[in-house]
């Protein structure tokens, strides 16, 4: 069963503009991570957020999560060509991670 | 370091016939993971482990066996291959329990026909 549902499926915007990716799930949890996946590779970890924090920043990355809600956002900002992929939520409780399907991210030069 | 890496790259199998998939990484993590993914479906847990000899059933195992004979090794087995089993197959491993951050490998690409 997928815990995490993100949110748009897909979004396309234009190189220097700002991503907003937001991901939903339905039980407590111990942390929420952001993962990307480049066209015919593997997943790459982006970024941990535990639940006792609120915000995260990586770089040009921003990841909010608010347990209240159930909810998390990664923002990538001043975004680039090289961004254009697909990215990951997933969900760590009961010593396992658990991925939702995914959002298709490009990015247009 | 390598990380994780998996072998082979891309298979082609018909109905029935057998293969072993083959994951090794060489950051002395404990666990480690198998994964499929399929469109639209996202990634689904296959089997897992947490640690050398041990193995565990994850989400969707039927159809499958694993083994952890050596820390750094993980082989998936198909016994009699479906052509359900078509699919992009990761393994991932993770130092801490499975709930922390996972490197994964750039996958296996498996037609079965």
């Known amino acids: 069963s997928q815990q995490g549902e993100e949110d748009p499926q897909a979004l396309s915007i234009q190189e220097g503009e700002n991503a907003t990716m937001n991901c939903s799930y339905k039980t407590s949890i111990n942390n929420l991570q952001w993962y990307r996946q480049n066209s015919g590779r593997g997943l790459v970890h982006l970024i941990l957020i535990r639940s006792n924090e609120r915000e995260k920043h990586s770089g040009r990355l921003r990841v909010t999560l608010d347990t209240s809600k159930k909810s998390s956002s990664l923002l990538i900002t001043a975004s680039r060509a090289a961004d254009t992929a697909s990215y990951f939520c997933s969900t760590g409780a009961n010593s396992k991670l658990t991925f939702g399907k995914g959002i298709t991210l490009s990015v247009r030069p | 370091n390598a990380g994780v890496t998996q072998t082979p790259k891309f298979r082609v199998l018909k109905t029935g016939q057998s293969m072993t998939l083959l994951c090794a990484q060489d950051?002395?993590?404990?666990?480690m993971y198998w994964y499929r993914q399929d469109p639209g479906m996202g990634l689904r847990l296959i089997h897992y482990s947490v640690g050398e000899g041990t193995t565990a059933k994850g989400e969707v195992p039927d159809g499958y066996n694993v083994s952890r004979l050596k820390k750094q090794n993980f082989l998936l087995g198909l016994e009699s291959a479906a052509p359900s089993q078509t699919s992009v197959y990761f393994c991932?491993?993770?130092?801490?329990?499975?709930?922390?951050?996972?490197?994964f490998g750039p996958g296996t690409r498996l037609l079965v026909l």
């Open positions: 991932a491993s993770s130092y801490g329990p499975g709930e922390e951050t996972q490197y």
């Open positions: 950051m002395n993590h404990e666990y």
